[in-house]
């Protein structure tokens, strides 16, 4: 058995829960924050038999694209100690970042 820990963009997840779960997969939803953005970011934990794993990354890599969105990044102000100036930049968002683990037991009690 394995367990996926899918860390994806807010945006992302109502699909790619409703798919994995349409699919069979029991899925845990943890709400999170962090990256370059400060964004919310949602945790999905997903345990699948390790014959289904191809089937779930699937899914995964299926929703959950990457996109460019404009985002205010602080830079400081030459000449000025201290004060920053926000200027648009463009980053890529969405996607997802996937860690897949071995589970040495799982109980459902």
Do not use: H, W
Not at 61 to 77: D, G, H
Not at 79 to 102: C, H, W
């Amino acid at each position: 058995m394995k367990l996926i820990i899918a860390v994806v963009q807010d945006e992302d997840s109502p699909r790619l829960i409703s798919r994995l779960m349409k699919s069979g997969y029991g899925v845990t939803k943890l709400a999170t924050t962090g990256g370059f953005l400060r964004a919310g970011n949602t945790t999905l934990l997903i345990g699948v038999d390790d014959g289904k794993l191809k089937d779930a990354m699937d899914i995964i890599e299926n929703v959950c694209k990457c996109r460019k969105q404009v985002a205010t990044a602080p830079t400081p102000m030459a000449g000025s100690t201290g004060m920053y100036v926000p200027y648009p930049v463009e980053v890529t968002v969405g996607g997802a970042t996937v860690f897949v683990v071995d589970v040495e037991e799982f109980r459902k009690i």
